[in-house]
């Protein structure tokens, strides 16, 4: 979600003459897009901030002026903090915010003060945002923010506030320029992806899926992040029926143990995440799945972690996210008796990856000698490469000519690298 609000603070920015640089010591202007989920990523926040302090000195001796703005749920959550540590920065604003940056940006320029607009404004910030403007053929689409379900653990209901979808008309349009600009694949995204439902009565996400294919013009459609509370019989479906839609579902379970999943607040127990990869598993039967998981909640027990394990072993997943449980300010977690010692989470997130790990790699090496359909989305490392996914979202590289940028192609898989698939075309060798 930060990769699309950021490609949007772009676009609210191009106007005002501003274009991306990678090269932070060009800048006249510098936005750090943060993220408050886990404490090392709010902390880096800061060192990173004293890094371009020094770069914004140096510029200033050069006669030209460096604006330095922090966004993201960081600046929501600890805005008045940053201010006060962090006083050269010019702009502090959140994610609902960031339609307004033009003003921020004139009145930083004018005034000697710093801005600081963390508001949850009632008009949504996309009925104010330009066209979004397509950078290769595959783009995301944010279709629902915030969160209302209260996860013991999480920060987002309080940085992002309650759960908005955005109207079905609105994402369609959005949609279909992104579309015209070259676009062949679509990601919606959501903290709940699944609990959208900006339709007329009776459109949830099923709908709206199924009306993007019916455009005619996106050749693939994904969506993230899901919550198993959300999962419906519509989507579940939609699996089976729409071919557009990819077979790769990540499906945020976060622990295997029933008294876990009922301290975290996550509204499901184990069985009925087990039911739903069955579910799912009949509905499309090539479906590959993606999880988060946290080891080290406050009382997890080694019976409990036990349980993590076993799940992960039950179910198969092809890619994941794990992390060590980090406490967050302001939530119920966090104030929660038996906290887990550091090392004790460590150690279970080192086990639970090595088990991760080689279901990920398992999985590549089964696909060796399979053909695929692969978007071929940039240009690879070396002369003559392209790079892509696969429907699975793995990286693929394959040796093919220029044109073929942009377009979904069918490959063979001929080798597995830790981190990527290698490729030929499918009628290679056999002309
Ligand atoms: N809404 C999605 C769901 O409920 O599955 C997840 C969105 S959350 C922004 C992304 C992931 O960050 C979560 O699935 C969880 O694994 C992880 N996460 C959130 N808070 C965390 C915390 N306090 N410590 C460690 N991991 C955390
Ligand atoms: Fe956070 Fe997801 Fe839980 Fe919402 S459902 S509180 S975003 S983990």
Sequence with gaps: MNVYDSARMADVLAPLGYASTDRAEDADMVILNTC????????????????????????????????????????????????????????????????????????????????????????????????????????????????????TFCVVPYTRGAEYSRPAPAVLAEIGALAAQGVREITLLGQNVNAWNGGEAGWGLARLIGAIADLGTVERIRYTTSHPRDLDDQLIAAHAQIPQ???????????????I???MNRGHDRDAYLRLVERLRRAQPDLALSSDFITGFPGESDADFAQTMALVRQVGFVQTYSFKYSPRPGTPAALMPDQVPEPVKEERLAQLQALLHQQTAAFNQACLGREMRVLLDRPGRHAGQLLGRSPYMQPVHVKAAAHLLGTVVPLRITAVHPNSLAAEPVDAGTS
Aim: a neutral charge; charged letters at 25%.
């Design 36 to 151: 408050h989920i886990r404490e090392k990523a709010a902390e880096k926040v800061f060192s990173e901030l004293g890094r371009l302090k020094t770069l914004q000195a140096a510029k200033a001796k050069t006669g030209s002026r460096m604006i330095l703005a922090v966004a993201g749920c960081v600046a929501q959550a600890e805005g008045e903090e940053i201010l006060r540590r962090a006083p050269f920065v010019d702009i502090v604003l959140g994610p609902q915010t960031y339609h307004r940056l033009p003003e921020m940006v004139a009145q930083a320029a004018r005034a000697g003060g710093a801005v600081l607009d963390t508001e949850f404004p009632a008009e949504p910030k996309f009925d104010f945002l330009p066209e979004a403007r397509a950078e290769g053929s595959s783009a995301f689409v944010s279709v629902q923010e915030g969160c209302d379900k209260f996860c």
């Design 245 to 259: 839609l990819m077979p790769f579902l990540h499906l945020p379970v976060q622990s295997g143990s029933d008294r």
């Design 261 to 263: 999943l009922q301290a």
